[in-house]
């Protein structure tokens, strides 16, 4: 299922055919910006609820992407596309809607589209298909971890975030209520949804509890966090005991938390 659909962006002075993705032309009117027959046909990519669409997870099957300057918002401009389409422009406009421009004619005002003949309409219906690949992901959400440290004085904690999370989560001060606490703060990007189903999910971040110097754990320390969004996988730190020989004291454990 792809989680998105693509209708045409209509306008008001085109005669449409029995579909949105058709009009009515006659013959020997040529492609000009604004005339009978337009030089653009528009087309819009919207993702479903609940999932979001970025510019890079799209193309035109067959099609050559030009190199052209990096603009804002992000595009990407193609060209080899099926006659009589000389050039074809996809334009993010927000996290859910993907513009799709269609050149007929070429652009001198669009970087790489200025060369080319413009479509003249013949005596006989023109059809083209247009084929785009692309995926949506799933839509990322706001995000709130709170990890309380453990009661008394002879354990420390440290958090450290996936590097490619670093400019979306923000760790913020102490705890509330007496309790000394981390707490992880931000915004999780799109996820995709092709991964492996025995797969722990996207990797956010690691919680290390280690005891201080002399002390070890009866048992291996646990973490909870209330919610089914995130899965934790935890990895026990075994140091060889100094009055049991061959046996290990529990002296720490790295967790490590995933998004669903």
């Not at 334009?91 to 001198?108: E, F, G, N, Q």
Request: with cysteine; net charge negative.
């Amino acid at each position: 299922m792809a989680n998105y659909t693509i209708t045409r962006h209509t306008e008001t002075d085109h005669i449409y055919g029995c579909t949105q993705f058709s009009t009515m032309q006659i013959e020997d009117q040529m492609a000009v910006d604004g005339g009978l027959l337009d030089s653009t046909v528009v087309w819009d990519i919207t993702a479903d609820q609940g999932f979001s669409l970025d510019i890079e997870d799209f193309s035109f099957t067959g099609a050559t992407q030009l190199n052209v300057p990096a603009t804002l918002p992000p595009s990407t401009s193609w060209e080899n596309l099926p006659y009589p389409i000389l050039y074809a422009k996809m334009v993010k406009v927000s996290s859910v809607l993907i513009r799709v421009t269609l050149y007929l004619a070429p652009d001198a005002s669009q970087p790489g589209l200025g060369v080319g003949n413009s479509f003249v309409m013949p005596s006989t219906d023109t059809n083209v298909t247009v084929p785009i690949e692309g995926c949506a992901k799933i839509a990322g959400h706001s995000m709130r971890l709170w990890f309380n440290e453990p009661a008394g004085n002879n354990t420390i904690t440290e958090i450290t975030v996936n590097p490619d999370l670093e400019k979306r989560l923000a760790q913020v001060g102490e705890g509330e209520g007496g309790l000394k606490s981390h707490e992880v703060v931000g915004t999780l990007p799109p996820q995709a949804l092709d991964k492996v189903a025995s797969s722990s999910g996207d990797y956010l971040m690691s919680y290390v509890v280690v005891a201080s110097s002399g002390y070890r754990y009866k048992s291996t320390p646990t973490l909870s966090i209330n919610s089914k969004l995130y899965n934790v996988e935890s990895f026990a730190q075994l140091t060889p005991s100094s009055y049991e020989e061959g046996k290990n004291n529990i002296t720490g454990v790295r967790f490590e938390i995933y998004k669903k």
